[in-house]
Nanobody, 114 residues
Framework: QVQLVESGGGLVQPGGSLRLSCAAS????????MGWYRQAPGKQRELVAS??????RYADSVKGRFTISRDNAKNTVYLQMNSLKPEDTAVYYC?????????WGKGTLVTVSS
């Protein structure tokens, strides 16, 4: 079955960096778009970044600070987050959509605070 497992979250000071990873299994990873979403307390889940085989897309709030990438040989998608701000605090989720169904990981918490 499809599994997505996030890692790499934690506590970081404003201006710091983190790299999130999402290990995927149960499907042909290289054929599908992957996305990172986040959900802050009291807010709706929002798309942060997505990647296909040839393109990337970012939310305006993270452009120039976050970079999404993928390693198809390792079935892994990454989110490099730089210049982190307190408003980036959220649970970050990995996502893929297969045949119309959305699949999610359990999430990893990122806290940006001094």
């Amino acid at each position: 079955q499809v599994q997505l497992v996030e890692s790499g979250g934690g506590l970081v000071q404003p201006g710091g960096s983190l790299r999130l990873s999402c290990a995927a299994s149960g499907f042909i990873f290289g054929l599908y778009a992957m996305g990172w979403y986040r959900q802050a307390p009291g807010k709706q889940r929002e798309l942060v970044a997505s990647i296909t085989s040839g393109s990337t897309r970012y939310a305006d709030s993270v452009k120039g600070r976050f970079t999404i990438s993928r390693d198809n040989a390792k079935n892994t998608v990454y989110l490099q987050m730089n210049s982190l701000k307190p408003e980036d605090t959220a649970v970050y989720y990995c996502n893929t959509r297969l045949r119309g169904d959305d699949y999610w990981g359990k999430g990893t918490l990122v806290t940006v605070s001094s």
